[in-house]
């Protein structure tokens, strides 16, 4: 589960609820039309939402991109019908294309999208359906099929669970087995200010959890443990890729994430010092890392 580095919306950062063909979806904007291949598009993981990538918001804008962090349908403050079919990766892919198209409606093939862990794969679900939205794909924490044995485990028990006990009942049990605490920031503060941080950080985790609808999580869940390798696939498409990920990760393991994108002829990131979820560990890096891979990818 990535925990944002912090929760306040920076300045020139909107939230609202972003009207499309396929309904409307949460999410936090930098603003701005920006210049063509000015424009990223990130989609969370497993149990994410949009403020897993607050970190990197101010840091594109300055770069000269509009920033486009989403809740899916069925996270945080989407919502979604109690129902698994909404939740299929074809659902979701095309949730995508209309997002993609609200943002650039007049120049098609400018959108850089981004996904983090199960985002990744939805993202690539995109690109195989149809690529002609998007300028690049970034796949981060993100690999070429199902997560790790050792992920699976804790992805069947989380379903297990979720057929006899309530959201907050498994909240309570996930918090007994993970006390770890929140990053305040990167930014040199207090031990008073870091303990407030994380205890917001703590509070909002439990309300994210609380919030997404069961149904989607189950999809999901199931789309974690069965999907297959299409990485083939992808390289056909040529689209350009960049593979991110941290120096360690449980879902899927580095060496992985490295034969994954040397089979995609993709631009490969290391962000030391982090794990899982670089966007939210050491989102300047992260993010100076992307903007250097879509920059180069639109000279001038």
């Not at 990744?120 to 794909?137: E, I, Q, Y």
């Not at 503060?189 to 069961?214: H, K």
């Not at 989102?283 to 890392?289: G, I, N, S």
Request: charged share 20%.
């Amino acid at each position: 589960m990535s925990k944002p580095p912090f929760l306040a919306l920076p300045p020139g950062v909107r939230a609202y609820r972003m009207a499309t063909a396929r309904g409307e979806f949460a999410v936090h904007d930098t603003g701005g039309s920006g210049r063509a291949g000015r424009t990223a598009l990130l989609l969370p993981g497993f149990t994410g939402s949009k403020e897993d990538f607050i970190g990197l918001l101010v840091p594109l804008a300055r770069a000269g991109f509009r920033a486009v962090a989403v809740d899916g349908r069925g996270q945080f403050e989407t919502g979604g019908p109690p129902e698994e079919s909404a939740y299929t990766q074809r659902e979701l892919a095309r949730d995508v294309h209309a997002i993609a198209t609200v943002l650039e409606p007049e120049r098609p093939g400018t959108v850089h999208l981004l996904g983090h862990s199960l985002g990744g794969l939805v993202a690539r679900a995109a690109v195989l359906t149809d690529a002609a939205p998007f300028a690049s794909l970034t796949l981060m924490s993100s690999g070429p099929a199902a997560v790790s044995p050792s992920q699976q485990q804790r992805v069947r028990m989380l379903l297990d669970a979720m057929r006899t006990m309530s959201m907050a009942a498994i909240w309570e049990v996930m918090q007994q087995l993970d006390q770890s605490v929140g990053s305040a920031g990167e930014a040199p503060y207090s031990r008073r200010e870091v303990e407030e941080a994380s205890a917001a950080v703590e509070d909002f985790l439990r309300r994210r959890w609380l919030a997404n609808v069961p149904e989607q999580l189950a999809a999901t869940g199931q789309q974690l443990l069965a999907e297959r390798d299409r990485v083939a696939e992808l390289a056909a498409r040529g689209l350009p890729c960049h593979v991110v990920s941290g120096a360690e990760d449980d879902a899927w393991p580095v060496p992985l994430l490295d034969g994954m994108a040397e089979r995609l002829g993709a631009r490969r990131t290391v962000v030391t010092g982090t794990g899982h979820s670089p966007n939210a560990e050491r989102p300047a890096e992260t993010a100076r890392a992307l903007t250097d891979f879509w920059l180069g990818l639109s000279p001038g």
